[in-house]
């Protein structure tokens, strides 16, 4: 079975720096997706950023960017000149790839305070 | 285009009742997907839908139930509620099932307590 591993339950960044969120998953599976979910505290889950297992290029959305390491099975989410609006809890997301679910599993997250 | 919605966005139900939760998905999705998320066990998968037609389901008792109707509406139900089944329940919908990397819009959740 797939499980994804987020190992920093809480994290803290001043506004303006860099943060980096980790995440580790385990799969048997070649192919399959990583999503980063953000939850603000109004709990509407927002998609931060996905990651297409077959790609090797790590994607990027505006100041979010991943580091995908595949042998590794590590997934981690950087913000980069992070704003007062990231604080957030963070889910990182494993879906099978193909046709047949849209299942996702969630890691246990990790909640990010941003201090002026 | 109009988000994915849930109503009720609260409810409190006392043990023993039970309770029924509403989605509907962002239009012309057709996949209609359900997760309990609580403080112990975090997002957890319930069940989901396409084409009124429940595809997988998640290891949660029988007492939870859903359905999808022909617009793509859904509906889950939890029957003889336990004060375990406190948690925001969300909903997600998608154009299709597992359609490449189609993003999984969320709706806003429904927060139920149960007493």
């Known amino acids: 079975a797939q499980t994804v591993t987020q190992s920093q339950p809480e994290m803290s960044v001043q506004e303006a720096e860099t943060v980096t969120l980790s995440c580790t998953y385990d799969?048997?599976?070649?192919?399959?997706?990583l999503f980063w979910y953000k939850q603000p505290p109004s709990r509407q889950m927002i998609l931060v950023i996905r990651?297409?297992?077959?790609?090797?290029q790590n994607a990027t959305e505006n100041r979010f960017s991943v580091n995908f390491q595949k042998a590794a099975k590590s997934f981690s989410l950087k913000i980069s000149d992070s704003q007062l609006g990231d604080a957030a809890m963070y889910f990182c997301?494993?879906?099978?790839?193909?046709?047949?679910?849209?299942?996702?599993?969630f890691g246990t997250g990790t909640l990010l305070a941003v201090q002026p | 285009k109009a988000g994915v919605t849930q109503t009720p966005r609260y409810l409190i139900k006392t043990r023993g009742q039970q309770v029924t939760l509403s989605c509907s998905p962002i239009s012309g999705h057709r996949s209609v997907s359900w997760y309990q998320q609580t403080p112990g066990q975090g997002l957890q998968f319930l069940f989901e839908?396409?084409?009124?037609?429940?595809?997988n389901k998640g290891n949660f008792p029988g007492r939870f139930s859903g359905r999808q109707f022909s617009n793509s509406r859904s509906e889950m139900n939890v029957s003889t509620l336990e004060l375990g089944d406190s948690a925001l329940y969300l909903c997600?919908?998608?154009?299709?099932?597992?359609?490449?990397?189609?993003?999984?819009?969320f709706g806003p959740g429904t927060r139920l307590t149960v007493l």
């Open positions: 997301a494993y879906r099978a790839y193909g046709g047949a679910t849209n299942k996702l599993i």
């Open positions: 799969t048997s599976e070649s192919d399959y997706y």
């Open positions: 990651q297409e297992a077959y790609k090797q």
């Open positions: 839908y396409f084409s009124e037609t429940q595809r």
């Open positions: 997600a919908s998608s154009p299709l099932p597992g359609s490449g990397a189609d993003t999984q819009y």
